[in-house]
């Protein structure tokens, strides 16, 4: 302890004086701690690294805003920021650096269809609604390119028994249609976006505009879909509005229907990297991890997202090591920092993460039995010898939990906590786990726990769907318990909620949700300080208990056990847990839930 540090010694006499009359044992209390950091968690604190990270985004390629995304000096700067402040308190900061895909749209993408120019879904207006967007990982034109459009296979009549809802995705879509240096006009439907292109580019067309299916009203707006960061299509790909696409078939039955289009595209592999540091305090075998995505999206500086979550982590660590020093009690585990890189991309640096980390840890116990099972093939391999492998992995994996903080002052907040045991959503559009599928087990454990928090701060909360919007996902993947705060991106405040916190009906969670206007303008800053505290509870009662899941909430009094095996409890599934729940996670990606590369579409 710096024993020149006033404030510092006032705190251990208090502490100390409550270890005299509760006894030494209730100041290891996990609750007591986590009070006590929690309190520790002051707004003015949080607000500043806020305003460093605004320092830190440097101005776009067009100049109309600023950025701290992956791969660029806002990125490398907010970085340097978040070392700097943990090494000055105590922390060794490691980079786990990766390659990865960044792609940007220039200014001045234009389309015209049969000479009538396009509304670009960046110049819509409430009024003026978009008609066309650029997918994500397009190729650029190369300067202005003209060439008429050839339909695939387009049938609008829904009803009809020969309704195709495959347009375009078998090469063989291809064969009675001449699309050779002309624009593919592709309905949505049946297969992801990049397949529908690469298919055209394949039969020689120059250019892809996929239009809405129109088949219902959630299909009828601009498709802003992505190809995905593993597209390898290198021709101008575009998502129209169904009617424009009806629109273009009626006319195309009588006339050749040209378009006229020019996107440039700046599309190149980058280095960015994730950034880790741990305590030097704890069980290093028993882990809790918190993360948050440090990168902002390219059309801002992402203050509220992410530049909240990475706030509240950072003031954590910094008051956690401070109180750890001050207080007289041992902390028993480990605790964990990243600030992930691209997330906005994909998810891509913690899903790197979990694929290096938790895949070694799964590799290991894999070898580990086979040695001791004496099998040489992992292919041979047998269901009940998989299920060793599962629960080895779980054993030797440190990780036991990871806390996701990704947005966590929306100016017009709801209070969300994760719903972990899909008690409250599971049957929620947003839900992406499918069918039975049970998290792993102390997720629920930890939803209840942050709950604990807002309850007594007389503070709702509203469960929040498992949507793997975010870095927890890879964590889930490879059956790591989870949680987290979220306080609402696009999607509109109800009555119902205006009523629990305030704020405004009708109107988006955060309303500059990737946009230019996610500054420092966009924070409640009430809802950031209240976040970081519950965080700061909920990490450090974990990092207090010895136990994970064994202390009942008083809401919960079931005891639990850390962390079992998933395939213990599925006893009959003869895949591993990364594969098992993985193939889950594809099922869904299959259905078009999955949001993976900038929560865009990709079927
Ligand atoms: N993926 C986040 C926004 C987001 C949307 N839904 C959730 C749910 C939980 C956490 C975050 C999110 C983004 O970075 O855009
Ligand atoms: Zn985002
Ligand atoms: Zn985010």
């Known amino acids: 302890m710096n024993t020149f540090n006033v404030s510092g010694r006032k705190l251990l006499v208090v502490a100390m004086s409550a270890a005299l009359l509760t006894g030494f044992a209730g100041c290891e209390?996990?609750?007591?701690?986590?009070?006590?950091?929690?309190?520790?968690?002051?707004?003015?604190?949080?607000?500043?690294?806020?305003?460093?990270?605004?320092?830190?985004?440097?101005?776009?390629?067009d100049g109309s805003s600023t950025t701290r995304a992956a791969g660029t000096e806002g990125y490398a700067n907010s970085a340097d920021y978040i070392k700097a402040t943990l090494e000055a308190n105590g922390y060794d900061v490691t980079f786990q650096p990766f390659d990865f895909r960044s792609w940007s749209e220039q200014d001045g993408t234009t389309l015209s269809v049969n000479g009538q120019?396009?509304?670009?879904?960046?110049?819509?207006?409430?009024?003026?609604?978009?008609?066309?967007?650029?997918?994500?990982?397009?190729?650029?034109?190369?300067?202005?390119?003209?060439?008429?459009?050839?339909?695939?296979?387009?049938?609008?009549?829904?009803?009809?028994?020969?309704?195709?809802?495959t347009d375009g995705c078998e090469a063989a879509d291809f064969d009675g249609v001449d699309v050779t240096g002309k624009v593919a006009v592709i309905q949505r439907g049946g297969c992801t976006f990049n397949a529908k292109v690469v298919n055209a580019e394949n039969a020689g067309a120059v250019g892809a505009i996929v239009f809405n299916q129109g088949n219902n009203d959630g299909r009828k707006a601009v498709v802003n879909g992505t190809l995905g960061s593993d597209s390898e299509a290198g021709i101008p790909a575009f998502g129209a509005r169904y009617d424009l696409g009806k629109a273009w078939y009626d006319l195309a039955q009588s006339n050749a229907v040209a378009a006229a289009l020019n996107i440039g595209v700046e599309d190149e592999v980058?280095?960015?990297?994730?950034?880790?540091?741990?305590?030097?305090?704890?069980?290093?075998?028993?882990?809790?991890?918190?993360?948050?995505?440090?990168?902002?999206?390219?059309?801002?500086?992402?203050?509220?997202?992410?530049?909240?979550?990475?706030?509240?982590?950072?003031?954590?660590?910094?008051?956690?090591?401070?109180?750890?020093?001050?207080?007289?009690?041992?902390?028993?585990?480990?605790?964990?920092?990243?600030?992930?890189?691209?997330?906005?991309?994909?998810?891509?640096?913690?899903?790197?993460?979990?694929?290096?980390?938790l895949g070694g840890y799964y590799n290991d116990?894999?070898?580990?039995?086979?040695?001791?099972?004496?099998?040489?093939?992992?292919?041979?391999?047998?269901?009940?010898?998989?299920?060793?492998?599962?629960?080895?992995?779980?054993?030797?994996?440190p990780i036991k939990m990871y806390l996701n903080f990704d947005m966590i002052g929306s100016p017009n907040y709801v209070f969300g906590v994760m719903d972990g045991d899909l008690s409250d959503t599971k049957d929620s559009p947003d839900n992406a786990y499918p069918g039975d599928f049970e998290p792993p087990e102390g997720t629920s454990h930890i939803e209840g726990l942050f709950n604990e928090f807002f309850t007594d701060?007389?503070?709702?909360?509203?469960?929040?769907?498992?949507?793997?919007?975010?870095?927890?996902?890879?964590?889930?993947?490879?059956?790591?318990?989870?949680?987290?705060?979220?306080?609402?991106?696009?999607?509109?405040?109800?009555?119902?909620?205006?009523?629990?916190?305030?704020?405004?009906?009708?109107?988006?969670?955060?309303?500059?949700?990737?946009?230019?206007?996610?500054?420092?303008?966009?924070?409640?800053?009430?809802?950031?300080?209240?976040?970081?505290?519950?965080?700061?509870?909920?990490?450090?009662?974990?990092?207090?208990?010895?136990?994970?899941?064994a202390d009942g909430r008083e809401d919960e009094p079931e005891q639990r056990t850390l962390l079992r095996s998933l395939s213990v409890q599925e006893s009959s599934n003869q895949h591993s847990i990364g594969q098992k729940i993985k193939s889950a996670s594809r099922e869904v990606s299959d259905h078009g839930h999955f949001h993976g590369d900038f929560d865009q579409d990709r079927e």
């Open 29 to 61: 209390d996990p609750r007591w701690v986590a009070n006590k950091v929690s309190k520790a968690i002051k707004e003015k604190n949080l607000v500043d690294h806020l305003e460093a990270m605004e320092v830190a985004a440097v101005p776009t390629p």
């Open 117 to 165: 120019a396009l509304v670009h879904v960046r110049d819509a207006t409430d009024d003026i609604p978009a008609d066309y967007a650029a997918m994500s990982y397009s190729g650029g034109s190369d300067g202005a390119l003209n060439a008429d459009i050839a339909f695939v296979t387009p049938d609008f009549d829904f009803e009809s028994p020969d309704y195709d809802d």
């Open 270 to 357: 980058v280095v960015t990297q994730n950034l880790l540091a741990e305590t030097k305090k704890g069980n290093p075998d028993q882990i809790v991890m918190l993360g948050a995505h440090l990168d902002s999206v390219q059309e801002g500086p992402g203050i509220n997202d992410n530049g909240s979550g990475s706030a509240g982590i950072l003031e954590y660590a910094i008051r956690l090591e401070k109180k750890m020093r001050q207080l007289p009690v041992n902390q028993k585990n480990k605790v964990r920092f990243a600030w992930w890189a691209a997330e906005e991309a994909g998810l891509v640096g913690s899903n790197y993460y979990t694929e290096e980390v």
């Open 365 to 397: 116990a894999q070898a580990q039995i086979m040695e001791e099972e004496g099998v040489t093939d992992p292919a041979d391999l047998t269901a009940a010898q998989r299920e060793l492998v599962d629960a080895r992995y779980l054993e030797i994996n």
């Open 457 to 549: 701060k007389d503070e709702s909360t509203v469960p929040q769907a498992l949507s793997k919007r975010s870095d927890y996902s890879g964590f889930a993947d490879w059956g790591i318990a989870f949680g987290g705060l979220f306080t609402g991106a696009e999607q509109i405040k109800s009555a119902e909620e205006a009523e629990q916190f305030g704020g405004d009906v009708d109107v988006a969670y955060d309303k500059c949700y990737h946009q230019a206007c996610d500054d420092l303008n966009n924070v409640s800053n009430k809802a950031l300080r209240v976040n970081s505290k519950a965080l700061a509870y909920v990490a450090t009662f974990y990092a207090m208990s010895d136990d994970l899941y």
